[in-house]
């Protein structure tokens, strides 16, 4: 009973005030992640914002390896620019190289009934405005019944659960969390395509500090900069 009502204070606080989720991360300039796959670093994700008035610009690049003794068997590079005006999402594109195959996405708006219009790699069409691109940094991706893949365009239908609350130890510094699960809504999805995905928020900043999934190996993000 207490996680319940817990949870129903969070939905609460966390859909308040829906236009202005990227207002919480106004004092942040730069986010930065390390990537470890089963415990050993194996990239970086950054995130740098830009802001001009009432646009806001989220470029993002990621870049990572698996290596074994010294030859490269995986690489991953992927640049992204997320846009926002008056706090509300404005268009997203971004360029992938994964392992040498090529992938992207380019999302507009629609002027008429201000929907999403897709053209990616794995989906072209349209989308409900209320999807979220699936970049985690911006916590309002908890209240969403779908997320858009970055790399693809794909349409993940998703199912968030909250674990509770969870003191995070990197480095030196503890984070008090919000722990949520993020899976995948529709069952007949193969098991390379399912979302199962742990989040972690800092309380009282709603910051990204953790995410965690297996995937052919223990993947972790990892705060490393936040300014």
């Known amino acids: 009973m207490k996680k319940f009502l817990l949870s129903i204070a969070l939905i609460f606080l966390l859909t308040s005030n ?11 300039n730069y986010l930065e992640y390390e990537l470890f796959r089963n415990n050993k670093l194996i990239g970086y994700h950054k995130y740098s914002f830009v802001r001009e008035g009432e646009n806001l610009k989220i470029d993002n690049e990621v870049s990572f390896k698996i290596t074994k003794l010294g030859v490269d068997l995986y690489k991953y590079y992927a640049e992204g620019t997320e846009k926002y005006k008056n706090g509300v999402f404005s268009g997203f594109n971004s360029k992938t190289n994964q392992n040498k195959k ?18 990616g790699s794995s989906y072209k069409g349209k989308a409900d405005k209320e999807m979220i691109i699936g970049t985690w940094w911006n916590h309002e ?14 349409i993940i239908e998703q ?3 909250f674990i509770g609350k ?3 130890q990197i480095g030196d510094k503890t984070y008090k969390t919000l722990k949520f699960n993020f899976s995948s809504s529709d ?3 193969s098991k390379d395509k399912k979302l199962n995905t742990n989040i972690w928020y800092e309380e009282d900043t709603f910051l990204w500090v953790k995410a965690a999934f297996d995937k ?5 993000y990892r705060l490393k900069i936040a300014e």
């Open 18 to 28: 829906n236009n202005a989720h990227v207002d919480h991360y106004a004092k942040y």
């Open 187 to 189: 069952p007949s999805l």
């Open 216 to 220: 052919t190996g223990y993947w972790e």
């Open 159 to 161: 199912k968030v659960e």
């Open 141 to 154: 991706i908890v209240q969403k019944k779908a997320q858009i893949s970055a790399v693809s365009g794909r």
């Open 166 to 168: 969870e003191n995070v």
């Open 102 to 119: 090529e992938k992207y996405v380019n999302i507009t708006i629609d002027s008429n009934d201000k929907n999403l219009i897709i053209d």
